[in-house]
């Protein structure tokens, strides 16, 4: 059985860095994994993506240059450092893998196949 487990989230102050993690479990076939968020009554929004064969990351202009995606393929983990929190990051973050995942459709949620349960993500000023 595979799966994906998020970890990192907190309450941190504006401005400040945190790192979240995404475990994975099993052997989990993917051609990409990502981050998503999504803040109660309103869409899921793509955060960054990472190309999980050749490590290219791609990212919401949003979080551009504040963001940054990576991985420990060996350990079947993905990160995303986030720096310079704002409030509007206040949200919960949830990674995602998808096997036939490609750079044209790697902003849609509904193109993964597994989800991680999410990890709330609270910036106070």
């Known amino acids: 059985q595979v799966h994906l487990a998020e970890f990192g989230g907190g309450s941190v102050q504006a401005g400040a860095s945190l790192r979240l993690s995404c475990v994975g479990s099993?052997?989990?076939?993917?051609?990409?994994r990502t981050w998503f968020r999504q803040a109660p009554g309103k869409e899921r929004e793509f955060v960054a993506a990472?190309?999980?064969?050749?490590?290219?990351?791609y990212y919401a202009g949003s979080v551009m240059g504040r963001f940054t995606i990576s991985r420990d393929a060996a350990e079947n983990t993905m990160y995303l450092q986030m720096t310079s929190l704002q409030h509007e990051d206040t949200v919960v973050y949830y990674c995602?893998?998808?096997?036939?995942?490609?750079?044209?459709?790697?902003?849609?949620?509904?193109?993964?196949?597994?989800w991680g349960r999410g990890t709330q993500v609270t910036v106070t000023s």
């Open positions: 099993g052997r989990i076939q993917s051609t990409f």
């Open positions: 990472l190309s999980w064969t050749h490590g290219d990351p």
């Open positions: 995602a893998a998808g096997r036939a995942v490609i750079s044209s459709n790697l902003r849609i949620g509904a193109a993964y196949a597994l």
